[in-house]
């Protein structure tokens, strides 16, 4: 290896060498909707790191007892370059995440065709934080998401029982009951990525614009998969159609008909799952619950009287409460409302007393009493009638 010691290391030399981690952000700017092959090239620019960082240290150790400190240093330089480099790859998953933070889509890749009258991107939403104590639901309830989830994580079980996961989940229930936090917590205990359909991220005025912002949307699923999307108030793009081929509805008629296909045509879901959400199912057109489709209904009812009794124990505690506040008399007046009610009834009483105490002057105790919530209730009760 006499030409390893020929070889001379000089500013040229560093400059050459700091050259590779621009290299490797010249490709990632260029090609970053191309997960797989910047895989293989992060392989082969981290593989030409090790190699010239190996050849450096095994120079730098034969030749060390007869090299002044300008000589290490000289070669000390020439392997940071390479270790900056493998650093910046072996972190590249963090620097995505911070990209994603920031805006910048990572997850689809630029249309040519792309212009002003639709630049809509998507990327998977942060659900690490939901668990299955953000869910107040019933015990009946809670089995059947657990089953789901069971055949959501491990499809090939359910096969060998004869049966398929679930290509799709409609949730169904009154507003309020927490059917977005179902899909979230379903989403992260099954390792899914999360994509939202936002209808007004999906409509647009331009014609045709609305199916390729649907197409891009589940695009990006695919590339993230195993992922789910999940539709709120899916009645609004799937709802039952007329029939008449024509009229202000044909855009949502024409909508419909471009997420059926995404669902069904040549390019398949391939770990994507659909879950939508809806208070008015029987709004939903009946091609969107078939099987292969959303074929797995499940209620959500409203909470039963106890599940009103944690949910006021929940919210309540973020109050600084007096002596004397029942929240079992509070759950039994509060039948037939629901999670979101219960959320604003609690806030309502906080209001009621920061009135009551404001006007006391300066006398302030900063404390919720029971009638401040019981008014609340009444009060809430009002407003909805």
């Not at 999940?230 to 709802?239: L, Q």
């Amino acid at each position: 290896m006499e030409w390893l010691f020929d070889i001379p290391l000089n500013e040229n030399s560093i400059l050459f060498l700091q050259i590779i981690p621009f290299i490797y952000f010249i490709y990632h700017l260029k090609y970053w909707y191309l997960p797989e092959k910047l895989k293989t090239w992060d392989f082969f620019l981290g593989f030409l790191c090790v190699v010239l960082g190996s050849l450096l240290i095994i120079r730098l150790a034969k030749t060390y007892e007869y090299l002044n400190f300008t000589e290490v240093k000289i070669v000390l330089l020439h392997i940071l370059p390479l270790i900056l480099t493998l650093f910046v790859i072996r972190n590249s998953k963090n620097i995505l995440q911070l990209a994603a933070k920031a805006g910048v889509n990572v997850d689809s890749k630029p249309d040519k065709n792309t212009d002003k009258k639709s630049s809509t991107n998507f990327i998977a939403q942060e659900i690490s934080h939901y668990s299955w104590d953000d869910l107040i639901i019933g015990e009946e309830l809670k089995k059947e998401l657990f089953f789901t989830l069971e055949m959501l994580k491990d499809p090939k079980t359910s096969e060998k029982y004869g049966i398929e996961a679930p290509k799709g989940i409609l949730l169904t229930g009154p507003p309020g009951t927490g059917k977005t936090t179902i899909a979230k917590v379903i989403a992260n205990q099954a390792g899914l990525n999360f994509f939202n359909l936002a209808l007004n991220e999906i409509v647009s005025k331009w014609v045709g614009d609305s199916e390729k912002n649907l197409t891009k949307l589940f695009n990006a699923a695919r590339r993230k998969a195993p992922s789910v999307i999940f539709i709120d108030e899916i009645d609004s793009i799937g709802r039952r159609r007329s029939g008449g081929g024509g009229g202000g509805a044909a855009w949502a008629e024409n909508l419909l008909n471009h997420l059926l296909q995404e669902l069904d045509g040549v390019k398949g879901l391939h770990g994507v799952y659909l879950i939508g959400a809806t208070n008015r199912v029987d709004l939903v057109d009946d091609a969107l619950k078939r099987p292969g489709r959303l074929d797995k209904v499940i209620e959500v009812p409203l909470p039963d009287l106890h599940a009103r009794g944690m949910l006021f124990q929940l919210y309540l505690s973020k109050l600084p409460l007096t002596e004397g506040v029942d929240v079992h008399s509070l759950a039994q007046i509060t039948e037939g409302n629901s999670a979101a009610d219960i959320a604003a009834i609690s806030k309502q009483a906080g209001l009621n007393a920061f009135k009551r105490e404001s006007i006391n002057g300066n006398k302030r105790e900063y404390s919720v009493s029971n009638t401040d919530i019981k008014l609340a209730v009444r009060d809430y009760a009002k407003s909805l009638n």
